[in-house]
């Protein structure tokens, strides 16, 4: 059930890894019941965030609580309120998928019936049930990832962090994973850390932006398409005219009511702009003049991903370091 | 200690499944069956070798003989299957990500790391247990009946030598993510208190001064007190552990 109290505030949340900032200053309150996106590029601190917010890590200074209990390293406390879904899930590989469940509900306290209902329920609900009593060892990055949400919803936490969960799944196991987080809606708080930005427009009503450690914008999903996103004005190319939508892109950067024009690999041609309707009017006459023949014009509703660039930007290859991560701020301190 | 019962559970069940139970029972019966077996034929074989050459006329071996092969060899093949057994046991759980795994639910640290040496504990013991029951065995049939009781006593004094090299290591296997490193802190362990029980105030304080009662036990004869080895050794072991939870509570996962 909703409620007037965040189920997680962090104040001036900050993390240093020697002279690495990961997190600067993370001012947060998520909403009790809200399915709660936190986005950024690789290295933006999300995974940081998350392990100081499920007492796995210790921030370096700032305080947070999370179900009103403050967090910190050794909380059994803190954990009886939380489910936790790590980006990459370990697991023993001598268990079964069944006894894990089991090990994982009986230290939630639960026991008797009621976990192998539970456990049961959960094998069904994320797919498992087949392969219950077979060694995790043997399973696929996909079965240990669904074995990994299971167990961090098992005991009916307030709270469940999940950190990139749907990295290893196939479409058919992300669109039921996304259900199945989306019907915890009002009941279970959630923290979803993704990249994968249409997931986020999909079952997230509240969202954080992150980059390099740093809390760009937060808010309700809607607010912040309002608030950042750009009108779009998509321009698909016929193909073959490679050239003439260079020259056009070109044209198009030139003028001043255009924000910023990205291509993608399949030669859609995004415009941000400043005011939909004068643009729309002027963008035409330069496409002729160019001698660009389209296969298709409209004016798009603005995504996150558009938000999303606007506010974080593509990196450049020196934000990058050899993993493709972006690289983090250093700090004398 | 939030889930320690539960997590010892697993942690047996773990040293089953993975072998190490039933594996170090195996090496444990093959020392207490050896040791006596032995004893009893080395002066035989080494005049089947030597013939005429051999220089010195080798006495008639014991049980007593025996009973020093066993605490010879156990303090070689335990000590280093206790090493083996505990190196692992928290680093790598840290460097797979399965300690986080365990304690992001409601338990705590220190039933986490008891359950862990318990398990460790119930392992050697097992193999105590067996290499005893073989060399008893062994030594009635090569030698002469010894007295159980004090052949039990002795076995759980022999299983608490092999839980002091045991902790030692677990520290090491808390302090990093490599269990390499654990065992090389093990091992310098082994070597600095063998070093130690040279000096003669020292000696009867340190976990190696339990042999000397264990073997009058096993014997049934007089020997040194036990009381001063067996409490040095408890709060050695007792230091361990709190030194390792003391360090384990304030580190990332």
Known sequence: MASAVPAIVARGLTKRYGTILALDGLDLDVPTGSIFGLLGPNGAGKSTTIRILTGLAAASSGTATVAGIEVGLDRPDLHRRLGYLDQDPRFYGWMRGRELLELAGRLSGLGGSDLRDRVGDMLERTGLAAAAHRRIGGWSGGMRQRLGIAQALLHEPAIVFLDEPVSSLDPEGRRDLLELISRLRGETTVVLSTHVLSDVERVCDRVAILDRGRLVTEGPLEDLLERHARPILRLLPEPGQDRAVEILVERIRAVAWATSVTTDPGGLVKVAVRDAASASGSILPIVVETGVRLASFERARPTLEDVFLELVGPPTPDDLDGRGWIRPRETRS | ?253
């Open chain 2, 1 to 253: 200690m939030a889930g320690a019962g539960t997590l010892l559970r697993k942690e047996l069940l773990e040293q089953w499944r993975t072998l190490r139970l039933p594996l170090v029972s195996v090496v444990f019966l093959l020392v207490g069956l050896g040791s006596p077996l032995l004893t009893r034929f080395t002066p035989e074989l080494l005049k089947a070798v030597a013939g005429d050459q051999l220089p010195i006329q080798l006495p008639p071996p014991t049980a007593a003989d025996a009973v020093d092969q066993l605490a010879k060899n156990l303090n070689q093949f335990g000590a280093l299957v206790a090493i083996l057994l505990a190196m692992g046991s928290v680093a790598t759980e840290k460097e797979r990500g399965t300690a986080a795994l365990i304690l992001a639910k409601p338990v705590g640290r220190a039933g986490f790391l008891v359950a862990k040496l318990l398990a460790i504990g119930v392992t050697l013991a097992a193999g105590t247990a067996v290499a005893l029951a073989g060399a008893w065995f062994y030594t009635l049939v090569l030698f002469e009946p010894l007295p159980i009781t004090g052949f039990l006593v002795a076995g759980a004094l022999d299983w608490l030598l092999l839980l002091s090299w045991a902790s030692i290591t677990f520290v090491g296997s808390t302090l990093t993510r490599s269990s390499v490193a654990a065992a090389g802190l093990g091992i310098v362990a082994l070597i600095v208190i063998g070093a130690l029980s040279a000096i003669p105030a020292l000696a009867p304080w340190l976990p190696t001064g339990l042999g000397g009662p264990a073997r009058a036990f096993a014997l049934g004869i007089p020997g040194p007190t036990v009381v001063t080895p067996l409490v040095g050794t408890i709060v050695f072991i007792a230091a361990a552990g709190s030194f390792a939870w003391l360090s384990f509570r304030r580190q990332e996962l």
